[in-house]
Nanobody, 126 residues
Framework: QVQLVESGGELVQAGGSLRLSCAASGFTFSTYAMGWYRQGTGKDRAFVAAISWSGDSTYYADSAKGRFTISRDNAENTVYLRMSGLRPEDTAVYYC???????????????????WGQGTQVTVSS
């Protein structure tokens, strides 16, 4: 069956860095665009970043630009989110998602997502 398993979330101090991973199985990973989303307590789920199936194209939320980097390894069926300069407002559960979309910007709303992971908690202390 399809699985997206996130890992790498933890408690980190403000200004610190983390790398999240999302291991995919059960579908042809290399044909799907992948995205990261987050949901803070009491907040709606928000788009963070997306990457095309080939890795050639990426798109970021304004809050992630310059601090976060999305990448993927199609040989390992894994997508990553490198986060630096973390702030308390980055505290959230981070989810990865897979979608068969033509452009990465199409992943912003999440409405075209085919598969979701279960999430990994990132907590940034001040």
């Amino acid at each position: 069956q399809v699985q997206l398993v996130e890992s790498g979330g933890e408690l980190v101090q403000a200004g610190g860095s983390l790398r999240l991973s999302c291991a995919a199985s059960g579908f042809t990973f290399s044909t799907y665009a992948m995205g990261w989303y987050r949901q803070g307590t009491g907040k709606d789920r928000a788009f963070v970043a997306a990457i095309s199936w080939s890795g050639d194209s990426t798109y970021y939320a304004d809050s992630a630009k310059g601090r976060f980097t999305i990448s993927r390894d199609n040989a390992e069926n894994t997508v990553y989110l490198r986060m630096s300069g973390l702030r308390p407002e980055d505290t959230a559960v981070y989810y990865c998602a897979a979608a068969r979309v033509a452009t990465v910007v199409s992943m912003v709303t999440g409405e075209w997502t085919d598969y979701w992971g279960q999430g990994t908690q990132v907590t940034v202390s001040s």
